[in-house]
């Protein structure tokens, strides 16, 4: 094994071999060997509610307004301060990715506007009087994105076991009764915590890759423990992609997307054995909604063994129903007016596959056995997809020296 200032060195020389996650455990799955290898790349994306953004905005001329008393940014609500900015015509104020101006449109899609640097209105209250202005990402002299809990290490699955549709942040549409219905997050064998679980390579100061954009980790998070680890980690939004974040509609409200990568230096045995898990090891507690206390186990493979990675329309299938529930549903507005699909922006959570009476959006998502029963996964609230092209990035970052270890 290598030591850390070798590999580096070995970074900084262009000499280091990268892999990615699911790069190295399909090397280890065909017996190849790895001894080359320097570093590894991982990654998650899903709903991560505990996203947060500070925003340093100007409002208007110093000496307009003595302090903001209340902020909204595209009718999303904020939380002015702590800072007063006394006369300034600057506002600091907070925005939590689950706050929402409407039940379409969240801090999640103020966060993707931003960062794709489409204009946005602020309107900020004071003194009776109400002061506006347009405002674009680099206005601002500060825009940094939080998490207050992220990239969980493992999950649970939620089912609803009574005899009543439940609208809760796990579903997209009422979640059915009698435990016909599972919905699953995380991204498995590829998740920084499950390569990482004694977070060894990921604590507080470590770099991360928080949607694309180059942050540290500040610590673990809310509810995190030794058995299911969770970080917080922060990044300058100026530097994000947003193809990695976004807005997420469930049948309780709009949610945050968020993405995390990493890279882990192979230095000892340890490191190998932690990077060597595979789906199939990693246990995903179900429980009901109603208790959230386990009643079964289930495993990530799942979840992502041979099922979908895109999901493929079939025109001939279309019904062209009027409204079309596939456009109505979709949580991340991916669907067309021609019903086809925006790949680009799809989350492949399978909601359009579920509600398509015609049957014109395919793709198979499995079920979860638990205890001899079959439950059908009829969301998931992570994109592999996504992560995997995340831990590309991060390899790329490395590559080009722009990412350390």
Known sequence: MRSINEIRNRLKSKNAVIVTASELKNRVVRGDDISDVDVVTCGTCGIMSGTYAVLSVPVASPGTFARADSVTIQG????????????LGLVDFMVFGTAYAHNRYGGGHLFRDLISRKPVDVEV????????AEIFLDDLPLARLFTTRSAFKNYTAITNEGSEPVQTIFSVLPLEGSGKQA??????????????????????GAPVVMNGSVGRVIGTGTRSSPEKPNLSVHADMKEMDPQYCGGFVTSAGPECITSIGTAIPLVDDMTIRNLCIRDADIHMPVVDIATRQPFGMARYNEVWTNTASRITFHP?????????????????????????????????????????????????????????????????QSDRRRAEILCKKVKKLLIDGEFSI
């Open 183 to 204: 919905t699953v997050s995380g991204c498995g064998e590829i998740n920084p915590l499950e390569n990482d679980p004694c977070m060894r390579f990921l604590s507080p």
């Open 125 to 132: 209250t004071a003194g009776g009087k109400v002061y506006s």
């Open 316 to 380: 001939e299938r279309c019904l062209n129903c009027s409204p079309c529930n596939a456009i109505k549903s979709c949580p991340v507005q991916a669907i067309k007016d021609d019903r086809t699909i925006s790949h680009h922006s799809c989350f492949v959570c399978g909601t359009c596959v579920q509600v398509c009476k015609g049957l014109a959006y395919k793709g198979h998502f499995g079920s979860l056995d638990v205890r001899g029963i079959k439950i059908p996964i009829v969301l998931r």
């Open 76 to 87: 999303v609500p904020g939380i002015p301060g702590p800072c007063p900015n006394e006369r």
